[in-house]
Structures are given as C-alpha cells and as structure tokens.
C-alpha cells in the first residue's frame, strides 16, 4: 500500500511564497506520477502541477505557471513544490497525488489513485 506524507503549506501574505513537500513511501514500482491538486471551498479540485518521476516533463496549471515550480528530491519518491508571488486566489487545500505506474501522461488527472491527507495553504491580501 502506498502511503504519501506532506508537510509545508501555512499562511502567507500576498507575494510572499511556501514550499510543499511530498513524499511516497510503501510499494512503488520504479516510475510513477507524483502531483499536487488543490480544491478551494465551493470551486472544483484543480490540479496544480504532475510530473513523470522516471523523466523530466512536468505539468502546470495555466494559473501557476511562471510562479509554481514542481521539483524532484534525491530521496526516491519525493517531489517539492515551491510556490512564489502567491495570491489570495492560491488558498485551498492542497493534497499530494500519485500513480505508480502511470497508465497515461501525468497530465490525465483521473488515474491519480493515491492521496495525502492534505495542507492547507492561505494567502491573505
């Protein structure tokens, strides 16, 4: 059973930044997808960003990009994403994703089977 531990998120004001880190432990085959998604209160899960942990393309939400950026860790299975000049509009929970193995790009958000638990992340004007 795989199992994703989170840590990060918070409060910040406006333009300041977080970082998230997820890490996937339990049974993993060799690559997987590893992402986040966030869902704010009444508004539809969106994901943030994915990437393919066995290559280099990663995946971005039209509203992050230029300002979230999704990162592998030298620890197997782990991924960071570093979130800058974040806006009110950025708060929601967010919660860590993965599929091992992927069954399409890790860009086809309805194959994520594995969930955090989820952090809160709110950005205050």
């Known amino acids: 059973q795989l199992q994703l531990v989170e840590s990060g998120g918070g409060s910040v004001q406006a333009g300041g930044s977080l970082r998230l880190s997820c890490a996937a432990s339990?049974?993993?085959?060799?690559?997987?997808?590893m992402g986040w998604f966030r869902q704010a209160p009444g508004k539809e899960r969106e994901r943030v960003a994915a990437l393919y942990t066995g290559g280099t393309r990663t995946y971005y939400a039209d509203s992050v990009k230029g300002r979230f950026t999704l990162t592998q860790g030298n620890a197997k299975n782990t991924v960071y994403l570093q979130m800058n000049s974040l806006k009110v509009e950025d708060t929601a929970m967010y919660y860590c994703a993965a599929r091992f193995p992927p069954i399409k790009s890790c860009s086809w958000d309805d194959q994520y089977n594995y969930w955090g638990q989820g952090t809160q992340v709110t950005v205050s004007s």
């Open positions: 339990g049974y993993t085959s060799s690559y997987g997808c």
